[in-house]
């Protein structure tokens, strides 16, 4: 198998727990793959909360995700046992269950669960207009998300007439030690690339980089999304994810390196 990336170096800044499949891919195309987590995730919610959440979940009629984190932090675990209490558990009745992408459709998978509907695009602007389009007006629509989460997929679900609850589950903040192994890779030039897979990491990156007066590696984003936050602080992204996936975060990835990608 050809191995495009073989010789260059690629930081995955993901955090530790989401990196893994990650570097996996790029590892199989012939990458040295640094993991340099920039973020990690805290939960809001008490214990007793999430399992008080959980057991409530039969009165909406759709559960909306836009991340893995947020199946994570609503369900737990697969084999935990605040798992066994959400959608799969046998309630009375079962919620319909909308996915971002392929990713967060295959964390649901996880837990034994299908969704019921996977938007086309990786983009919480084409769930949001995906469901709109449906007939949720006076439906009850849970949206278990970060703190920092935007407002574009309730609003849109709002407008359209369905009753939307935000639960922030976790937030994002800062890995340490990833940071100041970053500040080392960048002062060293050790990196060919680094990837950004979301608004936060885009957010650590810079304020890593913004100290040091060096180039860095050339970035590239999973989506325009997270493009635009790194547009927005002067950051220069050579390439953006056409899918905004993992496979299409690989695929800019090469691109970016060898003006060609094979995923």
């Known amino acids: 198998m050809e191995k495009p990336l073989a010789g260059r ?10 990196a893994r499949e990650l570097v996996r891919r790029l590892e199989s195309r012939g990458a040295r793959v640094e993991a340099i987590p920039l973020i990690r995730t805290v939960g809001c919610l008490s214990k007793r909360a999430s399992e008080d959440l959980v057991s409530g979940l039969d009165r909406y009629e759709w559960i909306v995700f836009t991340s893995s984190n947020a199946v994570r ?3 737990g675990e697969p084999g935990e046992p605040i798992a066994s209490a959400g959608p799969a558990g046998g309630g009375s009745k079962r919620p319909k269950l909308a996915a971002v992408g ?9 837990h034994g669960l299908d969704a019921d509907w996977v938007a086309k695009a990786a983009l919480a602007e084409t769930l949001a207009e995906e469901l709109a389009a449906q ?4 439906m009850q629509i849970l949206f278990p998300c970060a703190r920092a989460a935007r407002e574009v997929l309730p609003d849109r679900l709002k407008a359209a007439g369905a009753a939307v609850e935000r639960v922030e589950l976790y937030e994002t903040v800062a890995d340490d030690e ?5 500040d080392q890779a ?3 030039g050790e990196l060919d690339v680094a990837t950004l897979a979301s608004p936060s990491t885009v957010e650590r990156y810079h304020q ?4 040091l007066k060096e180039e860095g590696p ?3 984003s999973i989506g325009p999304v997270t493009t635009k936050r790194a547009t927005r602080l002067g950051l220069q992204v050579a390439e953006t994810a056409s899918e905004h996936s993992l496979e299409g975060l690989v695929a800019a990835v090469e691109l970016a390196l060898t003006g060609r990608s094979e995923s």
């Open 9 to 18: 170096t690629v930081a995955v800044t993901r955090a530790r727990k989401q």
């Open 218 to 220: 050339l970035l590239v």
């Open 73 to 75: 932090y609503l369900l």
């Open 208 to 211: 890593v980089w913004s100290r």
């Open 186 to 188: 960048l002062t060293g």
């Open 102 to 110: 392929r990713g967060t459709a295959e964390s649901l998978r996880g």
């Open 178 to 182: 990833g940071m100041e192994r970053l």
């Open 135 to 138: 007939e949720v007006r006076g």
